[in-house]
């Protein structure tokens, strides 16, 4: 996790973005401040990176890198404006002895490549490339599965899909996500390899209900989104809702915010 020391909204990349609009970072930081101590109340190691001056997205941490079984496939930003945190986050990852390998190909680290036991979900349309799905099959050692991106509101796969279980348990994996995000052909592959997913509602999925982060059990999952946190509920899941709306200001909520470090 990266703290939001310089978060503010200086220019727009995504539909969520208005530059200059106001931000109170005082909120921001306790937002964030709470959310990093509810993983620890879970039993989360967190690692926190210091975030650099002129980089008001770095809070975004899930964007830096991808790391799977202590390795990392590094990121390769599509907009100038966030570049230089890949350099950030790549230095941080080897100062803790994770290999990193340099991307050729553009990608968002950990907001297009959600990591399962037996696979990668991975995302494109509006960051990260079909070329970088290739690069971190082969980076990752794991197969990849590409699936489209259509809505410019859900611009990377983790706010039109969470992993609810990464099926490395007892129990087969499990996801949330809306299906409108998706092109035919991807809703189609959804459907084949994850038949009983919870769909999520457009309402649940425009508070970014789906920026979650699950160990399987519990789901840290934005407050705003009650109908979704019902469904976790019915399903088994112990939702654990945490706000941090002043950072959707900049498109962004709870996954976005962190970056996991898979096995
Ligand atoms: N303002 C950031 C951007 O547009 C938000 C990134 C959100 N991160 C995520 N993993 N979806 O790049």
């Known amino acids: 996790m990266c703290a939001p020391t310089h978060f503010e909204v200086t220019y727009a990349i995504n539909a969520w973005m208005r530059p200059g609009v ?4 005082r909120r921001a930081l306790v937002q964030w401040e709470v959310l990093r101590q509810t993983y620890s ?21 899930a964007n830096g890198a991808t790391v799977v079984g202590g390795r990392a496939y590094g990121a390769r930003f599509r907009h100038p404006e966030r570049a230089a945190e890949a350099v950030e986050h790549a230095a941080w990852l080897r100062g803790q002895g994770v290999a990193v390998a340099d991307p050729t190909q553009t990608n968002e680290g950990e907001g297009d490549f959600l990591v399962l036991g037996s696979m990668i979900l991975a995302g494109t349309g509006f960051r990260t490339s079909l070329h970088a799905h290739v690069e971190a099959a082969r980076v990752l050692d794991r197969p990849v599965v590409s699936l489209q991106l259509v809505d410019p509101r859900f611009y990377h796969l983790d ?13 087969p994996a499990d996801i949330a ?36 982060v ?17 469904q976790l509920e019915e399903r088994g899941y112990v939702p654990v809702p945490v706000d941090v709306s002043e950072l959707l200001k900049a498109g962004g909520s ?9 096995s």
């Open 22 to 25: 106001a931000v109170d970072r």
């Open 41 to 61: 109340a879970l039993g989360h190691r967190v690692h926190v990176l210091d975030g650099v001056p002129g980089l008001p997205d770095m809070v975004f941490a």
């Open 159 to 171: 706010t039109a899909l969470a992993v609810l279980d990464d099926g490395n348990g007892d129990a």
């Open 177 to 212: 996500y809306l299906p409108s995000a998706f092109s035919e052909h991807s809703r189609r592959t959804l459907r084949e390899l994850f038949p009983d997913a919870v769909e999520c509602t457009e309402e649940d999925a425009l508070v970014l209900g789906l920026n979650a």
């Open 214 to 230: 699950s160990d399987g059990r519990h789901v840290v999952v934005p407050v705003q989104a009650r109908t979704l946190a019902r």
């Open 254 to 262: 709870v996954k976005c915010c962190t970056q996991e470090h898979h």
